[in-house]
């Protein structure tokens, strides 16, 4: 669909309008009460969230690239069916398929907790529903269902991107009794760490059986970015670290500092098996709050 037949369809006059975007890719532009919001129908992918009064929560970085078919850098990738590369073949896109599909907007609709988004895919075996609520605070929930006639596992995460003062000076806590995977040293398991986490070097780590709940501890900004889930086993914290951020075309060596990802998913250990004709529904919730 166009963005003038979205418009025509879904769109609500100074609160939801499509517009066409580089490339041609169509993005949704929320407005309400002094908060805004953004985005694309290529991987159902949210690029932007400010609640009014306050700063941008989400990072996108200055150098993504919108392009049909490649993942945005920043924002909320949808990451499914599989997180990280392949398990077996190489030559599949890493993070899996979703973030660079073009999902299918099904509904728009206004409540008093926000302005929802309604959006669908259906990758091999899987129906995904994807429900993006902008209001004061951001909530998104993917549900999946097995379509296939056998059981069936995949991995997910929602792959959200925080802007913050300065990623050297942030605390995340809720992760302390975490048992974590090192991607920087080999898939090392390690043990919980026992204390919030500060980030002094490059950070890929991949937490199990986290509880609901983690926080972004912001004092340069004067903020925290609380982060609540349901049905999400794993959290994955990742920063490049300037040397592998300058060699990504797509975030360079000046934005890296602005940044960091806390995933909300189930992946690794914690991948979701499901019956078929079952369906998962994974949940978060992001607010902020002067701490
Ligand atoms: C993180 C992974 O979730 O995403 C990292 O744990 C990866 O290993 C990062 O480098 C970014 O991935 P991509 O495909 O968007 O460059």
Redesign the pocket.
């Known amino acids: 669909m166009s963005a003038a037949e979205l418009n025509s369809k879904f769109g609500l006059a100074g609160v939801v309008e499509f517009a066409e975007a580089e490339h041609g890719l169509i993005k949704a532009a929320v407005s309400r009460a002094g908060m805004t919001g953004e985005l694309y129908l290529q991987g159902a992918h949210v690029t932007a969230w400010q609640p009014a009064g306050a700063r941008p929560v989400i990072f996108t970085s200055s150098r993504a690239v919108f392009v049909p078919g490649k993942?945005i850098?920043g924002g909320v990738?949808v990451?499914f069916p599989w997180?990280?590369p392949h398990p077996t073949d190489p030559a599949q896109p890493?993070?899996g398929v979703a973030r660079t599909a073009e999902w299918e907007l099904d509904a728009v609709e206004q409540s008093a907790e926000g302005v929802a988004l309604e959006l669908s895919l259906s990758p091999d075996g899987f129906a995904l529903r994807y429900r993006v609520v902008f209001g004061e605070e951001l909530r998104l929930t993917l549900a999946v269902r097995n379509t296939s006639s056998s059981a069936a596992s995949f991995e997910e995460?929602l792959?959200s991107y925080f802007a913050i003062s300065d990623v050297e000076r942030v605390t995340i806590s809720g992760l302390e009794d975490s048992s974590f995977i090192d991607?920087t040293v080999g898939m090392q398991l390690c043990p919980p760490a026992g204390a919030p986490l500060m980030l002094s070097k490059e950070t890929?780590q991949?937490y199990l059986n986290t509880p609901d709940g983690r926080v972004v501890h912001d004092p340069g900004w004067g903020r925290r970015i609380v982060v609540s889930t349901s049905a999400a086993a794993s959290t994955?914290v990742?920063n490049?670290w300037p040397e592998k951020a300058a060699a990504?075309a797509d975030l360079g060596a000046d934005n890296w500092r602005g940044m960091v990802?806390v995933?909300t998913g189930n992946v690794a250990d914690n991948r979701v098996h499901l019956p078929s004709g079952a369906t998962h529904e994974m949940m978060t919730r992001i607010t902020v709050d002067a701490g």
């Open positions: 993942a850098r990738p990451i997180f990280g890493q993070h995460a792959h991607k890929d991949v994955i990742w490049p990504m990802c995933e």
